[in-house]
């Protein structure tokens, strides 16, 4: 057995009831760590962004379980060998208890909590053109959805305000597959962000079904942050009133809106477009 590689073989270990444990929020905070499942996901947290030179999330990696009988491809040794960690090897039986996937791939790292809070002098080569931000999230998956877009969309930078959810939620993490850690992705109050990108002299478009400007009418080639709302309560007061205008995207059906990633993916492509575009 490789000397950092260790062998559990029973339901009753310790190291099961704690890495399982991380999938539940009070236990993440607890111990300044959180969950990575798959080969994909961990991949990036490992090799950070090949495309972004903003800086993205650190993450070192505190941890790995692993269990050889559900890998699915050819490359899960070279993964594991790019770690410098404890490794775990569990039976597929055990590894499925811990797993947060129907048919999990053997593969669980557990990384050290990294700070995300937004801090500028991060970023000194300004603007960063385009911003999202996303106030109030409420739904991992939706959350995840929307990184992933984000990163295909060539985001620069992704603030989270005022979350109703955990960043490192595993839902958040696996619907983002990764991208989570391949893009900037930072947290803020939304009172102190709209502060700093006025400064920086950014337009804050606030997309809304109650938006007074058409989202095709919107000049979005000069610096521009786009502020999206909680899936179920929209946009704050706040949010409104600090934006520079209102977007609505159209709707010809009996739906009041789209769902929110959806929303997000569609706004931001019409940015590509118009910046492509010149």
């Not at 797993?99 to 909590?113: C, F, N, Q, T």
């Not at 305000?161 to 958040?172: A, G, H, M, S, Y």
């Amino acid at each position: 057995m490789n000397r950092r590689r260790f062998p559990i073989t029973s339901f009753s270990n310790p190291k099961i009831k704690w890495v399982s444990g991380l999938k539940d929020k009070k236990n993440r905070d607890e111990e300044g760590k959180f969950f990575i499942e798959g080969f994909r996901e961990i991949t990036k947290a490992i090799g950070g962004s090949k495309t972004s030179s903003l800086p993205t999330l650190q993450v070192k990696i505190h941890s790995l379980f692993i269990s050889p009988e559900c890998f699915l491809g050819e490359n899960e040794e070279k993964l594991i060998e790019r770690t410098d960690c404890p490794i775990y090897e569990l039976p597929k039986k055990i590894f499925e208890k811990i797993s947060y996937r129907d048919r999990p791939d053997g593969l669980i790292a557990v990384a050290e909590s990294p700070n995300t809070n937004l801090n500028w002098e991060m970023f000194p080569n300004l603007p960063i053109n385009p911003i999202l931000i996303v106030e109030g999230v409420e739904k991992p998956g939706n959350l995840g959805t929307i990184l992933r877009t984000a990163e295909g969309a060539g985001v620069g930078l992704v603030v989270v305000t005022d979350p109703r959810i955990d960043l490192f939620n595993p839902n958040v993490i696996r619907a983002s597959t990764g991208t989570i850690f391949t893009i900037p992705v930072l947290l803020s109050d939304l009172s102190t962000l709209v502060t700093e990108l006025k400064q920086r002299n950014y337009q804050i478009l606030a997309v809304t079904p109650e938006g007074k400007t058409l989202y095709t009418k919107i000049d979005m080639k000069s610096p521009s942050a786009f502020l999206f709302g909680s899936e179920q309560y929209g946009l704050s007061k706040l949010a409104k009133e600090n934006s520079d205008d209102t977007v609505f995207l159209p709707m010809f059906g009996e739906a009041d809106s789209l769902n929110l990633a959806m929303s997000c993916g569609i706004v931001l492509y019409e940015s590509i477009r118009q910046r492509n575009l010149g």
